[in-house]
């Protein structure tokens, strides 16, 4: 007659101390695992809001950005235009003083006085255009660097004709006065 095998249970009695301490790990592996878990959805969650401030901040700055070159843009347009104009202007006033050369050679002292009086008109208004040209490129200049426009260096009507047309190529140099353009076609005859 076969006997069966004795019942563990039966004989080892169930360690309820060793169950209770393996419960109680249990259980705060499980807490742990659950505020692991919160706290890695937390961090994820600020994490993607800080993306998210930042990527907007980036944007902001890149419109600003994109406005700033647009400015630039137009400025620099504008500078080419004025120089387009400039140039027109030098023009005229090469042709004017070809002119009125030769109204001087042909009319003699009194057209020297005129062709005086309007050579310096000429350069009266060219130097205006040169100014007026300068200030849109300090403030173009003050933009490309960072700068605020207002307050920025600008010429004033006291700087030389001839140092400005350095900058823009040669110009014929005009007589200041009518009695140096006397002495300069006296002398020239």
Known sequence: MTQNPPNLRETNPPLSDSEA?????????????VSSRVDRDQHQQQHEQMLERFERAVGKALEG???????????????????KELKAVKKEVRDGFESLSDKVDREGRDAKKEAAKMSRNLEERIGRRLVDIKEKIDRVACRCNGAPTNGSPIAGPHESVEEEEDLYGDTEEAPVDGERSEGGAEGGG
């Not at 301490?21 to 695992?33: C, G, I, M, P, Q």
């Not at 950005?65 to 120089?83: A, L, P, Q, T």
């Open 21 to 33: 301490r393996l419960s109680n790990l249990e259980t705060r592996v499980s807490a742990l695992e």
């Open 65 to 83: 950005f994109k406005d700033e070159i647009k400015g630039i843009k137009e400025e620099v347009k504008e500078i080419k235009e004025v120089r």
